[in-house]
Nanobody
């Protein structure tokens, strides 16, 4: 059974930083494409960043240069370092894993105040 547990969300002022963590079980993060998506009320879930099993990363244009996705294979955890946060980054952030099917975490709220 695959479980993805996010943590690290919270309230931060514009210009600040947060690091989100996604602890995975039932799936090996280094063998899967992992990612972070975000969603605001009334809108579809959108890509934030992904990292492939080979280590290639991809970012949405809106976060490029500010967010960094990484993984710790020993901890089987994926991270999203978010710097220079803007109020428009406010959303629920979801961890994603591509395995036999798509897996999602429960989400963590990030709120950026202006």
């Amino acid at each position: 059974q695959v479980q993805l547990v996010e943590s690290g969300g919270g309230l931060v002022q514009a210009g600040g930083s947060l690091r989100l963590s996604c602890a995975a079980s039932g799936i090996i993060v280094s063998f899967a494409t992992m990612g972070w998506y975000r969603q605001t009320p009334g809108n579809q879930r959108e890509l934030g960043a992904t990292i492939t099993r080979g280590g290639s990363t991809k970012y949405a244009d809106s976060v490029k240069g500010r967010f960094t996705i990484s993984r710790d294979n020993a901890k089987n955890t994926v991270y999203l370092q978010m710097n220079s946060l803007k109020p428009e980054d406010t959303a629920v952030y979801y961890c994603y894993a591509e395995g036999f099917r798509d897996y999602w975490g429960q989400g963590t709220q990030v709120t950026v105040s202006s």
